[in-house]
């Protein structure tokens, strides 16, 4: 179980280091080319919210995890 415990975590955090790579990237795009900022802020939205939603489904599996064990 410790196992799948530690697969878990490496997963959100590859999740959350991803999408904030991918919101750097995206904002230096905004800077470079400010003429793009319409077309690049809701990609920037929608990376904070697919983060998002991986979080919560992986707090939810936890939840369910520890109520059956």
Known sequence: MTTIDQLSLIIQGL????????VIILLIKI????????QLIPKIRNALVFMVFGIIIFQIKDLIVRYYS
Do not use: T, Y
């Open 15 to 22: 999740l959350v280091a991803g999408v904030a790579l991918r």
């Open 31 to 38: 800077v470079l080319n400010p003429d793009d900022k319409p």
